[in-house]
């Protein structure tokens, strides 16, 4: 079945860091692809998403482009703030399935 | 603004008791869902529904029942028979059909058992 496979944490990061969070993919067919985040005691909420191949998402500086050749969704920001400190989870949605597959999350810390 | 509500955010209960947790959206989504999250671990599905009326079980349904008599609300009760329901609850909803479109998530219920 479909699935998604996410780096484990915990990352800690100085501000102003790269950040690299690896996401791979197994699916049927040609899902869209998710990044969600979700800060401490509250819901999930959407980052961003890609529904084709080669697709890049962004938003509030983070970005994840669509790979099919490698069937991956990295998210990357270029430089994190305090801020940033959340779980990101990366999900999958396949068109001939309703449901969304959600890899385990990654627990960003970023010090100052 | 439309979006999903999630009632109460904290809630105790005691040993041996039913409890239920509400959601309701305004977003004319036909597809809710309810997830389990333990501290550190990631989202378990409890049960879905794609339609009025209609739901189907999840991965961990044991202990917990839900009805669906409107589209705009999904109620998850936890039973007296969930050995270990302290645990965050997430409920979320979308477009049914529609894998372009991401879920909303509402804002999640904290369950304590006393």
């Known amino acids: 079945g479909d699935s998604v496979t996410q780096m484990e944490g915990p990352v800690t990061l100085s501000e102003e860091a790269f950040l690299t969070i690896n996401c791979t993919y197994t699916?049927?067919?040609?899902?869209?692809l998710f990044w969600y985040v979700q800060y401490p005691g509250e819901g999930l909420q959407l980052l961003l998403k890609?529904?084709?191949?080669?697709d890049k998402g962004s938003n509030k500086g983070f970005e994840a482009t669509y790979r099919k050749e490698t069937t991956s969704f990295h998210l990357e920001k270029g430089s994190v703030q305090v801020s940033d400190s959340a779980v990101y989870f990366c999900?999958?949605?396949?068109?001939?399935?309703?449901?969304?597959?959600f890899g385990a999350g990654t627990r960003l810390t970023v010090k100052p | 603004d439309g979006g999903i509500t999630q009632s109460p955010k904290y809630l105790f209960r005691k040993e041996g008791q039913n409890v239920t947790l509400s959601c309701e959206q305004n977003l004319n989504h036909d597809a809710m869902y309810w997830y389990r999250q333990d501290p550190g671990q990631g989202l378990r599905l409890i049960y879905y529904s794609q339609i009025v009326n209609d739901f189907q079980k999840g991965d961990i349904a044991e202990g917990y029942s839900v009805s669906r008599e409107k589209k705009e609300s999904f109620p998850l009760t936890v039973t007296s028979a969930q050995k270990n329901p302290t645990a965050f609850y997430l409920c979320?909803?979308?477009?049914?059909?529609?894998?372009?479109?991401?879920?909303?998530f509402g804002s999640g219920t904290r369950l304590t058992v006393v």
């Open positions: 999900a999958l949605r396949s068109y001939n399935n309703n449901d969304m597959r």
């Open positions: 979320a909803s979308s477009m049914s059909g529609q894998a372009i479109y991401g879920y909303t």
């Open positions: 699916a049927t067919g040609y899902p869209s």
């Open positions: 890609a529904t084709k191949a080669d």
